[in-house]
């Protein structure tokens, strides 16, 4: 970590490369031990499997319930990476050495962001064809992978704040759900509305709003997450 | 803790008086609704608490970026106050509300956009509580909890107008319109803005002993302190 | 009328209902602030105490 911090060059710059060597940090881990994608993934696999069984989901069910099981998947398997990568941090005293660096907290924040952001990508890279193979339909469609991209956006930039608190409560993994559900609601209904809307090839019209809301969530809760993200990590 | 102030004392039995007031002008003196008969009164309670639970939703916004600016503990006492006040009358305006929707709509629950942001909220509420409850350190319960409020403050809006995109774009099958359609004769419309006048003292007066509740069991937690050390 | 009197005993639930929740939050306003008290004169009363017993 420290190394990388060279500290004879311009200040920005240096903001860019902490926030690059924490992503990355979490990045080689991850790919060292695959502890936590594997765990997403497995579960995400079994949420969807249970999904057909709970729902029925036949031909006819499909189309217009599909937007909300991915969704829906989406969201626990998020809590899960949240929880873990911030729990990893917690437990081996990173994020205490994070905070001894000489560089503005936030980066820390970013840092953690993208790389929660990657792994979801991740496991929505492979739920996603997943799914169309075993639901027989087609999910390549430019606009919902777009609207994928935009709602994790959101759901990470609050999930990555409120990981980073839960983490230092007694109750830590459970808290982390119950603080995130109800903030991440307008993201979870824009992102299965719209993303429903291009599955059945709605009017741009009709999508519109819901980008827009997704668009109007990301910037809001990016630009709070940055600001209030040091009363969170201090001491 | 000092006994209560003249101003408080005042605002008790004020509080008291008002809202039986209101109470039997809502019963005696106002016209029954033609269509929905004498339930339709407990609109008026309803609007009333549901703007007091409003109140304190956005007081404890506001009061959230005071405590993280200026790092008061007090702040953070006020805010658990109107979060724990906003908490009980949002309730109440679900109840009513609920019975209301039973006898106008035939059904106990619609999603309503405000019915469902405000059942939204008390969900936020509840979480910040647990939040709290999972923290030892009061100055980081503070901040957490201020942090916590801060973004349901803003969520809530969104999640507002959400619902309100989501109900136009799917009709509501059972009912539909609600208080937008009500034909409000000018007698009920002054019965509303008396039982909202009201209220809002109520919530005044419950808001001041909460936060002097906040401060006598901080004021326990320190003399606790200097005992056990 | 039969309409009139179901109306009419909703409203009153609705309103026996609203002064329970309102009178259970006074009352639990007022259990709390007894308790905090008597918390508050009894750790009073150990620093009393251990003040007694530190100065003998």
Partial sequence: M?????????????????????????????????????????????V??????????????????????????????????????????????????????????????????????????????????????????????????????????????????????????????????ILLFPLTIPVL?????????????????????????????????IAVSFMVFDFVVEE | MSPQPRALKTLNILSVILVLGAFLQVILFTPYEEIMGPVQKIFYFHVAVAWVGMLGFIASAVVAVIYLVTKDLKWDVICLAAVEISLVF??????????????????????????????????????????????????????????????????????????????????ILIGGGGTDTMNMSNSMLLTMFISIGVFTLVFITLFWHRIRLGFLREEVEHTKLSVTE | MENFQLSMDFMIGGYIVFAVVSLAYVASLILRWKNSMRDLEMFKDLAKKESVDKNN
């Fill in chain 1, 48 to 177: 969807i499997l249970i999904f057909y069984f709970a729902l029925e989901l036949d031909v006819k069910a499909r189309n217009s319930i599909t937007a909300g099981a991915l969704w829906v998947t989406f969201a626990f398997a998020g809590t899960l990476g949240l929880n873990r990568s911030m729990a990893i941090e917690k437990d081996f005293g990173c994020l205490d050495g994070l905070l001894l660096a000489p560089v503005d907290r936030s980066a820390i924040y970013f840092g953690k962001m993208i790389s929660n952001l990657f792994f979801m990508a991740i496991v929505e890279a492979i739920v996603l064809p997943f799914y169309s193979v075993m639901y027989n339909i087609n999910l390549f469609n430019s606009g919902l992978l777009l609207i994928t991209f935009l709602g994790s956006v959101g759901y990470i930039a609050v999930g990555t704040l409120l990981a980073a608190m839960s983490v230092q409560t007694r109750t830590r993994d459970i808290l982390l759900p």
């Fill in chain 2, 90 to 171: 949002f309730f109440e305006a679900i109840v009513l509300g609920s019975i209301w929707a039973r006898r106008a709509w035939g059904t106990w629950w619609t999603w309503d956009p405000r019915l469902t942001t405000a059942a939204i909220l008390e969900m936020i509420y509840l979480a910040y509580l647990l939040l709290r409850q999972g923290l030892e350190d009061p100055e980081r319960r503070a901040r957490f909890g201020a942090v916590y409020t801060l973004l349901g403050g803003l969520s809530v809006p969104l999640t507002f107008i959400s619902i309100r995109i989501f109900r136009t774009i799917h009709p």
């Fill in chain 1, 2 to 46: 420290a190394e990388s911090l060279d500290t004879q060059q311009k200040p920005s710059s240096n903001y860019f490369k902490a926030v690059a060597s924490i992503t990355w940090k979490d990045m080689a881990a991850e790919l060292r031990s695959r502890e936590m994608i594997s765990a997403m993934l497995v579960f995400s696999l079994l």
């Fill in chain 1, 189 to 221: 209904i824009a992102a299965v509305k719209a993303s429903s809307g291009f599955l059945l090839g709605s009017a741009w019209s009709e999508i519109e709003p819901w980008f827009n809301i997704l668009i109007v969530y990301d910037i809001i809760f």
